[in-house]
């Protein structure tokens, strides 16, 4: 199978969803809903959310949707995660200074 930079084994879909957000330079609507979301999260709690609450914030139903998500955010530079660190989602200053994060979906 395929695998990361790291040599750790990924999906055919995570791999595939990776894929695409190389290809692209903006965020799908539901990426964009995901990044509102994480934005507002983090201003209300002052850390990032678990994926079980963007699961559940989002109205996923499972949480490899949101893996995702957050993997082509993180592609796509909006988003930085912390290497095994819980709640360690946080925006870019691409995505705070683009207005991308905001709530409203175009």
């Given amino acids: ?25 903006n965020p799908t609507k539901a ?35 949101v893996s995702l998500h957050v993997d082509a955010l993180i592609k796509l530079g909006l988003l930085t995660k912390k290497e095994r660190g819980a709640r360690s989602l946080s925006l870019t200053k691409s995505a705070e200074g683009s207005g991308v994060a905001s709530k409203e979906v175009r």
């Avoid at 395929?2 to 894929?19: C, D, F, H, P, V």
């Avoid at 509102?36 to 959310?49: A, D, L, N, R, W």
């Fill in 1 to 25: 199978g395929k695998r990361n930079m790291t040599g750790e084994k990924i999906s055919k879909q995570k791999s595939r969803a990776l894929a695409t957000a190389a290809g692209r330079t």
């Fill in 31 to 65: 990426e964009h809903r995901d990044l509102g979301f994480i934005s507002e999260f983090i201003s209300q709690h002052g850390y990032g959310p678990s994926y079980r609450e963007i699961m559940r914030g989002c109205g996923y139903s499972t949480l490899s949707v």
